[in-house]
């Protein structure tokens, strides 16, 4: 039950993350807005303001890990002991250690988020592409080592959510150079995504198939087939995103017309009568065409 609620809920929690930062983007690329520095509704103010400023995804993640940091420890009889008494002592609950050590990575990571959006004078934005980079390769270690006690449809599974996390972690790397790139930024968020759907899948496939049977490890059919899921969850997140934007162009084309959706604002034009420097700069224009007829004159005559 433990292993199954540790594939889950993370994965749930890394999904509806997903989810949110896919409409954050959507509402970025539909306003022209950053992705760093989002602009609040122009009528939030005074409390409201500060509201809007509050950095929900940094708390969402300190309570999810806290909640599964106690829920891990407390699945344990006996307690989350590190070694045995015998002689040599030996380690115990490996793979227990290693989901205590991702949660605590991601309260980390929230306490992180909140302190740069919330307590510190001034956004480091810096530090928390950083702080993120690091724990998802602290995460891609842990599960590389996870996996190696694993076989089968198991080995197959934890594969191809290796395979996400690292592709993850190259385009984590390459925002740390470009933060506020919005192709980077999409995929991020599909690979969140993909990261949250099957590791919720793996769960099931894992712990509760839906057949009521275990899939067979020798049997070449069910790894095929957990190939054939990766791809469905592929397609199915790529639609959510697409679903996503569609859906919040839709509903702010119809629902908000006062607001511009064409870009950014640009400067008011004021009609004036030509200057001296106008003049002057037609004059110039105008000598270097002839000179420039002159010239292909001579080349071609």
Not at 37 to 52: D, E, F, I, Q, V
Not at 246 to 263: A, D, E, I, Q
């Amino acid at each position: 039950m433990g292993t199954f609620i540790g594939h889950v809920y993370p994965g749930l929690f890394l999904f509806l993350y997903g989810l949110y930062q896919a409409v954050v983007i959507s509402k970025a690329i539909i306003f022209s807005d950053s992705l760093l520095y989002p602009s609040s509704p122009p009528r939030n103010k005074g409390r409201c303001a500060r509201l809007w400023k509050i950095s929900y995804g940094g708390l969402l993640k300190m309570a999810t890990g806290s909640l599964l940091t106690v829920y891990e420890v407390s699945c344990i009889k006996g307690g989350l002991t590190l070694m045995n008494r015998e002689l040599p002592p030996r380690f115990m609950y490996p793979k227990e250690w290693q989901h205590l050590t991702m949660f605590i990575l991601l309260t980390l990571n929230g306490c992180v988020d909140f302190m740069s959006k919330n307590v510190l004078p001034q956004r480091c934005v810096g530090l928390e592409k950083g702080t993120l980079v690091l724990i998802i390769y602290e995460l891609l270690l842990l599960m590389v080592s996870h996996a190696k006690d694993s076989e089968g449809v198991e080995l197959h599974v934890h594969s191809l959510l290796i395979l996400v996390v690292f592709l993850l972690l190259l385009v984590l790397t390459a925002e740390l150079w470009a933060p506020n790139m919005c192709h980077l930024q999409l995929m991020e968020t599909f690979l969140m995504l993909m990261m949250g759907s099957w590791l919720m899948q793996a769960g099931f496939i894992l712990y509760r198939p839906v057949s009521g049977y275990p899939w067979q490890d020798d049997d070449i059919s069910d790894i095929m087939f957990v190939t054939t899921f990766f791809c469905w969850h592929v397609m199915i997140d790529a639609s959510f995103l697409l679903g996503i934007y569609g859906f919040s162009s839709f509903w702010y084309h119809c629902y908000n017309p006062s607001l511009k959706l064409t870009g950014p604002k640009e400067a008011p034009y004021y009609a004036s009568t030509p200057g001296p420097l106008y003049k002057l700069l037609q004059e110039v224009e105008q000598s270097e065409k002839e000179d420039q007829a002159l010239l292909l004159a001579k080349c071609f005559p």
